[in-house]
């Protein structure tokens, strides 16, 4: 696995409005200190979706800065992105490691400790946990 520098993690929603260019406000973000980006898009088409993770990629390849995928194995594959990470609902942990392979970061959301525990014990590499406070991003918090 690649290393990676979580000093600060930019959860890059495609849901949320935008006054700018979505990649340059990526790309603003990464001058500015991000060291890695997740790229997460709850409702956008699978076609959309890629576009973007492929825009994304080649914005962040100068940078050497990773991406992360939420949710999608497929995106994250096609995109040559650094991973994926999954829900709870997503395709398990296990199943996930033999698609993407041993060199692949796959983190995991965890809303409890028996969830966390299980996540650590199936080789998460990382674990998410959140929101701890309010976010206009999440619907039930």
């Not at 993770?53 to 999608?72: G, H, S, W």
């Not at 996540?119 to 309010?134: C, H, K, L, R, T």
């Amino acid at each position: 696995m690649k290393h990676v520098d979580w000093s600060l993690c930019l959860i890059a929603d495609t849901e949320y409005p935008t006054r700018t260019n979505f990649i340059s406000t990526i790309e603003k973000a990464v001058k500015e200190g991000v060291s890695i980006v997740q790229l997460r898009s709850k409702s956008t088409d699978t076609r959309t979706f890629l576009d973007t993770a492929f825009q994304l990629t080649e914005m962040l390849v100068p940078y050497d800065i990773p991406l992360i995928i939420n949710d999608r194995i497929d995106i994250a594959l096609a995109c040559k992105a650094d991973g994926v990470h999954l829900g709870q609902k997503d395709l398990p942990l296990p199943f996930a490691r033999e698609i993407m392979g041993k060199n692949k970061t796959i983190g995991i959301t965890a809303m409890n400790i028996k969830q966390a525990e299980t996540a650590e014990s199936q080789g998460a590499d990382y674990i998410g946990v959140g929101p701890v406070f309010y976010t206009g991003s999440k619907k039930k918090t």
